[in-house]
């Protein structure tokens, strides 16, 4: 890859975006490509780097930090609740059933947020470290890189009731799938299938697939969607009985890398996760043509992926004196603060 190759497909996706979106597709907001031009210019080079080398003892944070964007737009909006943890005051959505024992990259979110506040105190919100980490995320794994909205804030709450019910699940069907991301205000066919393929890199535990391969819906057999190689590689990754933690490969082609294998696997009938699957394998489905364009066309994927990233990192965005930025990810600035002082005594 060339060095100019960034710039060129963020000016593509930029363009695409325009072009695609129809007036009022967003409320008006503060959000702004340049909202840190000023204040915090050196902000995507600090996130990057901290990726950078985290990325060199671990390869599967890229998609993790994503995914920590992913699940925490889809709880009352991209507003970094999903950072917060147990407290006084908070229930922390860290607990909840799709993120308990999952979700990871918090203690990189950690470092970010650090050196921001080190470079430009108070001003970067958590929110927004986790749009600009996603991004970054995709564009050092090979994917495409955009032109961010910024301006979010912090909530100073979470829900963890609402992050098990809204968040979408590995098990779940292509119908139950569709009423979540309709329920946040993204389209059930390009929005649903270009955000999945955020799955072409990364790991999944096998208690999340362990159901598919031995008792799938409860019938004693196999998920008759995997295909039958596929199925026993898995089974000899993930035996019954065996070990849920021990992790397998979302794409099995190209595991550390952002691209469009992710959709070939699907027609192969190779998708790791029943979720997955459930978008070529429904009968009838109007996801199944969106899956083969993908396939054939990686760039139709890029392009579709930048728009509806930049339209979920919208979802209830917290601006203007709503909520606060957070001095700690972890912390609502009362509980922050009042630690420290007590520190301090």
């Not at 001095?327 to 520190?343: E, F, G, H, P, Q």
Request: aromatic residues 8%.
């Amino acid at each position: 890859m060339t060095e100019e190759m960034p710039s060129l497909r963020c000016i593509i996706a930029t363009l695409f975006f325009a072009l695609l979106l129809p007036p009022g597709s967003f409320p008006a907001t503060t959000l702004s490509p340049s909202f840190y031009d000023e204040t915090c210019p050196t902000v995507f080079s600090i996130i990057r780097g901290i990726i950078e080398q985290a990325l060199l003892s671990d390869p599967r944070i890229g998609a993790s930090l994503l995914r920590l964007h992913f699940h925490d737009c889809f709880v009352n909006g991209c507003d970094a609740s999903i950072l917060l943890d147990n407290s006084a005051t908070i229930e922390s959505e860290k607990e909840a059933a799709p993120n308990n024992n999952s979700a990871r990259g918090f203690e990189v979110v950690d470092a970010m947020k650090i050196a921001l506040e080190f470079e430009c105190p108070g001003i970067v919100s958590c929110a927004d470290i986790l749009a600009i980490a996603a991004q970054e995320a995709v564009n050092l794994a090979g994917g495409p890189s955009w032109l961010l909205l910024l301006g979010r804030r912090d909530s100073t709450t979470a829900n963890r009731t609402l992050a098990n019910l809204a968040i979408p699940a590995p098990f779940e069907t292509l119908d139950v799938l569709k009423s979540k991301f309709a329920a946040v205000g993204l389209n059930t066919s390009t929005d649903l299938v270009a955000l999945s393929g955020a799955h072409t890199f990364g790991r999944a535990q096998c208690a999340f697939v362990i159901e598919r391969l031995y008792n799938f819906n409860g019938t004693g057999k196999a998920d008759p969607t995997l295909n039958a190689t596929y199925l026993e590689t898995l089974r000899k990754v993930c035996p019954q009985g065996g070990n849920g933690s021990v992790l397998v490969n979302l794409d099995p082609t190209t595991p550390n890398t952002f691209d469009s294998n992710y959709y070939t696997n699907l027609q192969a009938q190779e998708g790791l996760l029943q979720s997955d699957q459930e978008l070529f394998s429904t009968s009838g489905a109007d996801t199944i043509e969106i899956v083969e364009r993908f396939s054939s066309n990686q760039i139709a994927f890029f392009e579709s992926f930048v728009v509806s990233m930049l339209k979920m990192g919208n979802i209830s965005p917290v601006t203007g004196t709503e909520g606060e930025i957070r001095l700690s990810c972890r912390r609502v600035n009362m509980d922050y603060t009042s630690s420290n002082k007590w520190s301090s005594s």
